[in-house]
């Protein structure tokens, strides 16, 4: 999944500070503060700093030319020998100084550099964890809203979007101003008049920086858009290969991946002719500056020649010092139009982090819910009614019991309800109306940790991680030893099965097990189900087709897993469902029929009739 994808081209700009998401940065950033305030007075030094270096180069030029002409005026051997040697002194300090403020710099830069770093990396960690652990504790309803690559770009991109801020934003909005304001008043303290000359300057640079800050945002969210959807389909193409080839779609598919590069290379164009226009714009502005400074400069020297030094007298070296400080101008304008346009998007990219930080878990623990360490394994829906989306009910007023130990075959069609009714044993969601009880217990009282300890949950599709099948097996008992895991196989009868792959259980089952067919996955996931030592044990069967042997061994494996646990197993094999204990019909969200296989089949109703269909089928 693209880290851009979340960029919706039809998203405009944000144009107003998001006032509520920077409140709550500036919050989260009060554990720092100290660091940044740090870090905000060594970049003020630095800055300080680099306001004096045009003093040094006006007292430099100035000191040269004042030593040449001392030289040139000097009378006789002597004299003139006293005079050089002066000079070379003078120079001496010069250049002392400026390698010294150099240095100082260079060494006050590192400190600023590697200390922000450091904090803005330690602040990022923080929220990193926060986001992600806030992730696991949401409840699924959260996971049906969203979609994983809206998750994924909020805790990726929006995430780096913030970093930049939180990093550097203070220190560059402080120092940016005082070098503005001390570069003004350096100006306006050595030479009024010229200052007057280029102030008025100072608003168009200003207007033109803002409109390309605009028009350069614009276009490189255009361009972080036209990538997140190339770059998705990239994803899409890859994962769909073989459909893609089944269906002889090759050339399409390359038309709209031709397309959609072409239109990332004209967005990506267009960014690099707003910059160039910028480029274009300031330079001739900077370029106006410098004539100004040069031409007033001249005259001002001329006119005032006659005045003694420090009472007004404009020197060479003023002029070199205005010109300085003229480029000084441009730098915190442009500096100050980018972070304000950063802060813009990186606020909105806060406010989307936030959105998800703020949202609610939605099943916790009631107060005083017990943590029972087992379970009888005793299950009671008491009149439940359940609805995904309010207003429509998927289970209607569903009541039954099941004893600890009983295997219940969960039957009926696509649709029915029978995943709802595994789901709500596992409370993964709550029932709008009446009770799921374990033991006698409302299921709300119990810790849901301790819930899923002692609950063993098989889906049909078998997720794996990546990893070895030995840490696939262990994942719900991490402390579980490898005799321990190997056992397990044995008891369950999955170790043949696994001993006869590559490295036995050593082998890498690959990204969601794509490594391994459908059966040894399902062997993996019964192990690991049974090594976690689940009181109730809820399987949701494959459909999918494993050839004779392979069944034979998931039928033996499953028929060991649910010995001695109370199992629900939604099935879809007619093996299963005729070795249940008992037999729970869903229809329509309504538990239609219950009873034992055989019963159910004498009595020669819907269950009969699926029955049939189910024989028909195999
Ligand atoms: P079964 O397992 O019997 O095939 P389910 O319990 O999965 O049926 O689904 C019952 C009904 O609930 C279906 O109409 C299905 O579309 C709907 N449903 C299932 N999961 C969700 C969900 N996460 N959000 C909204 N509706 C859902």
């Given at each position: 999944?693209?880290?851009?994808s979340?960029?919706?081209?039809?998203?405009?700009?944000?144009?107003?500070?998001n006032?509520?998401?920077?409140?709550?940065?500036?919050?989260?950033?009060?554990?720092?503060?100290?660091?940044?305030?740090?870090?905000?007075c060594?970049s003020?030094?630095l800055?300080?700093?680099?306001?004096?270096?045009?003093?040094?180069?006006?007292?430099?030029?100035?000191g040269?030319?004042?030593?040449i002409?001392?030289i040139?005026?000097?009378?006789?051997?002597?004299?003139?020998?006293?005079?050089?040697a002066?000079?070379?002194?003078d120079?001496?300090?010069?250049?002392?100084?400026?390698?010294?403020?150099?240095?100082?710099?260079?060494?006050?830069?590192?400190?600023?550099?590697?200390?922000?770093?450091?904090?803005?990396?330690?602040?990022?960690?923080?929220?990193?964890?926060?986001?992600?652990?806030?992730l696991?504790?949401?409840?699924?309803?959260?996971?049906?809203?969203?979609?994983?690559?809206?998750?994924?770009?909020?805790?990726?991109?929006d995430?780096?979007?913030l970093?930049?801020?939180i990093?550097?934003?203070?220190s560059h909005?402080l120092?940016?101003?005082?070098?503005?304001?001390g570069?003004c008043?350096a100006?306006f303290?050595?030479?009024?008049v010229?200052?007057?000359?280029?102030?008025?300057?100072?608003?168009?640079?200003?207007?033109?920086?803002?409109?390309?800050r605009?028009?350069?945002?614009?276009?490189?969210?255009?361009?972080?858009?036209?990538?997140?959807?190339?770059?998705?389909?990239?994803?899409?193409?890859?994962?769909?290969?073989?459909?893609?080839?089944?269906?002889?779609?090759?050339?399409?598919?390359?038309?709209?991946?031709?397309?959609?590069?072409?239109?990332?290379?004209?967005?990506?164009i267009?960014t690099?002719?707003?910059?160039?226009?910028?480029?274009?714009?300031?330079?001739?502005?900077?370029?106006?500056?410098?004539v100004?400074?040069?031409?007033?400069?001249?005259?001002?020297?001329?006119?005032?020649?006659s005045?003694?030094?420090?009472?007004?007298?404009?020197t060479?070296?003023?002029?070199?010092?205005?010109?300085?400080?003229?480029?000084?101008?441009?730098?915190p304008i442009?500096?100050?139009?980018?972070i304000?346009?950063q802060l813009?998007?990186?606020?909105?990219a806060?406010d989307?982090?936030?959105?998800?930080?703020?949202?609610?878990?939605?099943?916790?623990?009631?107060?005083?819910?017990?943590?029972?360490?087992?379970?009888?394994?005793?299950?009671?829906?008491d009149?439940?009614?359940?609805?995904?989306?309010?207003?429509?009910?998927?289970l209607?007023?569903?009541?039954?019991?099941?004893?600890?130990?009983?295997?219940?075959?969960?039957?009926?069609?696509?649709?029915?309800?029978?995943?709802?009714?595994?789901?709500?044993?596992?409370?993964?969601?709550?029932?709008?109306?009446?009770?799921?009880?374990?033991?006698?217990?409302?299921?709300?009282?119990?810790?849901?940790?301790?819930?899923?300890?002692?609950?063993?949950i098989?889906?049909?599709?078998?997720?794996?991680?990546?990893?070895?099948?030995?840490?696939?097996?262990?994942?719900?008992r991490?402390?579980?030893?490898?005799?321990?895991?190997?056992?397990?196989?044995?008891?369950?009868?999955?170790?043949?099965?696994?001993?006869?792959?590559?490295?036995?259980?050593?082998?890498?089952?690959?990204?969601?097990?794509?490594?391994l067919?459908?059966?040894?996955?399902?062997?993996?996931?019964?192990?690991?189900?049974?090594?976690?030592?689940?009181?109730?044990?809820?399987?949701?069967?494959?459909?999918?087709?494993?050839?004779?042997?392979?069944?034979?061994?998931?039928?033996?494996?499953?028929?060991?897993?649910?010995?001695?646990r109370?199992?629900?197993?939604?099935?879809h094999?007619?093996?299963?469902?005729?070795?249940?204990?008992?037999?729970?019909?869903?229809?329509?969200?309504r538990?239609?029929?219950?009873?034992a296989?055989?019963?159910?089949?004498?009595?020669?109703?819907?269950y009969?009739m699926?029955?049939?269909?189910?024989?028909?089928s195999?």
């Open positions: 999944m693209s880290r851009f979340h960029v919706d081209p039809d998203t405009p700009t944000p144009t107003r500070l006032r509520g998401a920077l409140r709550r940065i500036l919050g989260w950033l009060r554990p720092y503060r100290w660091v940044i305030l740090i870090n905000v060594l003020l030094i800055t300080g700093a680099e306001l004096m270096v045009p003093l040094l180069l006006q007292w430099a030029i100035d040269v030319i004042r030593a002409r001392s040139t005026a000097a009378v006789g051997e002597v004299e003139r020998a006293a005079v050089f002066g000079a070379w002194h120079l001496g300090l010069l250049i002392g100084g400026f390698v010294g403020l150099f240095f100082l710099m260079g060494v006050v830069r590192y400190f600023e550099i590697y200390r922000t770093m450091v904090y803005a990396q330690r602040f990022m960690y923080g929220m990193r964890r926060r986001f992600f652990s806030h696991h504790c949401l409840s699924l309803r959260f996971y049906d809203k969203w979609k994983s690559g809206q998750l994924i770009a909020r805790g990726t991109a995430m780096d979007a970093q930049e801020t990093a550097w934003a203070p909005i120092s940016s101003a005082f070098m503005l304001v570069a008043a100006m303290w050595k030479d009024p010229l200052f007057g000359a280029v102030f008025p300057i100072l608003p168009v640079l200003y207007l033109l920086t803002r409109r390309f605009i028009k350069a945002s614009d276009a490189w969210r255009q361009v972080r858009a036209q990538t997140g959807r190339l770059t998705a389909n990239v994803a899409e193409s890859i994962a769909g290969a073989r459909v893609i080839q089944a269906f002889a779609r090759e050339q399409r598919n390359y038309e709209v991946f031709g397309n959609l590069t072409d239109r990332l290379y004209d967005t990506r267009e690099e002719r707003v910059h160039g226009r910028y480029m274009i714009g300031t330079r001739s502005i900077w370029m106006c500056a410098q100004i400074v040069i031409i007033f400069g001249a005259w001002r020297i001329t006119v005032t020649s005045l003694p030094e420090g009472e007004g007298r404009v060479a070296g003023t002029v070199a010092a205005f010109l300085v400080y003229v480029a000084m101008f441009f730098r442009d500096m100050l139009t980018h304000y346009s813009l998007h990186s606020l909105a806060a989307r982090v936030i959105e998800v930080l703020d949202t609610e878990p939605e099943i916790v623990d009631r107060p005083g819910a017990v943590s029972p360490t087992d379970f009888e394994g005793d299950v009671t829906f009149h439940v009614t359940f609805s995904y989306i309010e207003g429509t009910p998927v209607h007023d569903v009541s039954f019991r099941v004893r600890p130990g009983e295997v219940i075959a969960l039957v009926g069609p696509t649709g029915a309800g029978k995943t709802t009714v595994c789901r709500l044993i596992a409370r993964f969601y709550e029932a709008q109306q009446g009770y799921v009880c374990i033991d006698d217990r409302d299921i709300r009282d119990i810790a849901q940790s301790s819930l899923h300890k002692r609950m063993g098989v889906l049909q599709e078998n997720f794996l991680f990546a990893g070895t099948v030995m840490d696939n097996i262990r994942y719900g991490p402390d579980a030893t490898d005799e321990e895991v190997i056992q397990c196989a044995r008891q369950i009868g999955s170790h043949a099965a696994i001993e006869a792959l590559p490295q036995g259980f050593e082998t890498e089952v690959g990204e969601r097990g794509g490594l067919s459908a059966g040894q996955r399902q062997l993996i996931c019964f192990t690991r189900a049974m090594l976690a030592g689940p009181r109730i044990l809820i399987l949701d069967e494959a459909t999918s087709s494993v050839d004779t042997q392979t069944e034979l061994k998931v039928q033996e494996a499953l028929r060991r897993l649910t010995q001695r109370t199992c629900f197993i939604v099935a094999r007619l093996s299963t469902v005729r070795s249940a204990d008992r037999v729970l019909v869903i229809e329509d969200g538990l239609t029929e219950e009873g296989h055989q019963d159910l089949l004498a009595a020669g109703g819907r009969a699926m029955y049939e269909e189910f024989i028909r195999e």
